[in-house]
Nanobody, 117 residues
Framework: VQLVESGGGLVQPGGSLRLSCTVS???????MGWYRQPPGKQRDLVAW???????NITDSVKDRFTISIDHVRDTVYLQMNSLKPEDTAVYYC?????????????WGQGTQVTVSS
């Protein structure tokens, strides 16, 4: 399984970014999504989407972030709007291969998002 992320960068408060995560090496999955890890803090779940399109977004960002999936490109997107400095973190894509997976089966390399003026 390989997960390749893109789309991170530096953005001003109030700005937007779209993260992409493309999966390869598998024939199907249960869910994909994103965790984030701010500097000096633990890695927390941000959002995930199942293969049939059911979504779950953590309360702290659900009015600003959306997650979507493109099955043709095997890519999951995290659209982040109205970004705040507290959104600064390394964002990690993950995949759960089976509904029984209690933890992610594979991770991306991480992409840095920095929100600063």
């Amino acid at each position: 399984v390989q997960l390749v992320e893109s789309g991170g960068g530096l953005v001003q408060p109030g700005g937007s970014l779209r993260l992409s995560c493309t999966v390869s090496g598998i024939f199907g999955f249960y869910a994909m999504g994103w965790y984030r890890q701010p500097p000096g803090k633990q890695r927390d779940l941000v959002a995930w989407i199942t293969g049939i399109g059911s979504t779950n977004i953590t309360d702290s960002v659900k009015d600003r972030f959306t997650i979507s999936i493109d099955h043709v490109r095997d890519t999951v997107y995290l659209q982040m709007n109205s970004l705040k400095p507290e959104d600064t973190a390394v964002y990690y894509c993950f995949v759960k291969l089976h509904i029984s997976s209690t933890v992610p089966d594979s991770w991306g390399q991480g992409t840095q998002v920095t929100v600063s003026s």
